[in-house]
């Protein structure tokens, strides 16, 4: 089982900054079937980015996912009020798939 | 638009089997381009991935809850559907319904809370 570990467990910053979220996997993602997810408090998640990289759609291009292997990275590149969110990453490219523990960003 | 509900019993009893549905609408569940799963997030912590389904009834599950689970997809009602045996408290959680395609998990079900409890 691939564990995925993200850093760091909370994150603190203000609006207009720049977020920077980590996903390191147990081993390497096969093809970079790394997604990225954000859920607000009584809601269910959303898909944010897929293969690492592709934004779904409807989000924003201030959201973007770079990485392969082993190393993942999602980037906010200016904080807007509703980014604040808990962070997932998943891989789906090995059986099981696994999510990660999360990422709290949180308003400075 | 794709939306997806869970619906079943909020309560469940310890040892007792836990059985949601989750209803397609807006979309067929025999398409050929996705999956269909569930996904469970206890109270305050990370999501687990439970399984899936294709439309012809081929399965998938995490091995760690294998021995429990069993999903299944009735196509004609543009449903699918998730038994958990033997519960305990710490199968306690919102559990999801989501579509799995190409863009992996990208509809999901507005979830909801199973509480195992006597």
């Known amino acids: 089982e691939i564990v995925l570990t993200q850093s760091p467990g909370t994150l603190s910053l203000s609006p207009g900054e720049r977020a920077t979220l980590s996903c390191r996997a147990s081993?390497?993602?096969?093809?970079?079937?790394l997604a990225w997810y954000q859920q607000k408090p009584g809601q269910a998640p959303r898909l944010l980015i897929y293969?690492?990289?592709s934004r779904a759609t409807g989000i924003p291009d201030r959201f973007s996912g770079s990485g392969s292997g082993t190393d993942f990275t999602l980037t906010i590149s200016r904080l807007e009020p509703e980014d604040f969110a808990v962070y997932y990453c998943?891989?789906?490219?090995?059986?099981?798939?696994?999510f990660g523990q999360g990422t709290k960003l949180e308003i400075k | 638009q794709l939306q997806l509900q869970e619906s079943g019993p909020g309560l469940v009893k310890p040892s007792e089997t836990l059985s949601l549905t989750c209803t397609v609408s807006?979309?067929?569940?025999?398409?050929?381009?996705?999956?269909w799963g569930w996904i469970r997030q206890p109270p305050g912590k990370g999501l687990e991935w439970i399984g899936s389904?294709?439309?012809?009834?081929?399965?998938y599950y995490n091995p760690s809850l294998k021995s429990r689970v069993t999903i299944s997809v009735d196509t004609s009602k543009n449903q699918f559907s998730l038994k958990l045996s033997s519960v305990t408290a710490a199968d306690t959680a919102v559990y999801y319904c989501?579509?799995?395609?190409?863009?992996?998990?990208?509809?999901w079900g507005q979830g909801t809370l199973v509480t195992v409890s006597s």
């Open positions: 989501a579509r799995r395609g190409a863009a992996d998990l990208d509809y």
């Open positions: 807006g979309g067929s569940i025999s398409s050929s381009s996705y999956y």
């Open positions: 389904i294709y439309y012809s009834g081929s399965t």
């Open positions: 081993q390497s993602v096969s093809s970079s079937y």
């Open positions: 293969g690492a990289s």
């Open positions: 998943q891989q789906y490219g090995s059986s099981p798939v696994t």
